[in-house]
């Protein structure tokens, strides 16, 4: 499995912004951000797709914007207007097979260890 590290999480406050950064030493086909807040279920953030569209949650959309940057091996999560309901634990995630990349849903085989955000009001 492909390693995948994060950085970039931390404490802010409402209104304010943070970029997570995911480090890879492989190319994905398809990278993404998920987001998991206590009692709550893993849900899909944002994602670049095989075709280097990107696609958003409905809660971010408009606040938050994935890019990549392939010369650094780096896929980033910008977070802005962030609100006290964004507190979570945020994870990498990656795939390097096609018909992976492709699943709807996807469920990604590569992860990150994660990196807490958390927001207050």
């Known amino acids: 499995q492909e390693q995948l590290v994060e950085s970039g999480g931390g404490s802010v406050q409402a209104g304010g912004s943070l970029r997570l950064s995911c480090a890879y030493s492989?190319?994905?086909?398809?990278t993404g951000w998920f987001r998991q807040a206590p009692g709550k279920e893993r849900e899909r953030v944002a994602s670049?797709?095989?075709?280097?569209?990107?696609s958003y949650a409905e809660s971010v959309q408009g606040r938050f914007i994935i890019s990549e940057d392939d010369g650094k091996k780096t896929v980033y999560l910008q977070m802005n207007s962030l609100k006290p309901e964004d507190t979570a634990m945020y994870y990498c995630?990656?795939?390097?097979?096609?018909?992976?990349?492709?699943?709807?849903?996807?469920?990604?085989?590569?992860w990150g260890h994660g990196t807490q955000v958390t927001v207050s009001s």
């Open positions: 995630a990656a795939d390097f097979s096609l018909p992976r990349c492709r699943a709807t849903p996807w469920t990604p085989s590569n």
């Open positions: 492989l190319y994905p086909l398809c």
């Open positions: 670049v797709h095989t075709d280097s569209s990107t």
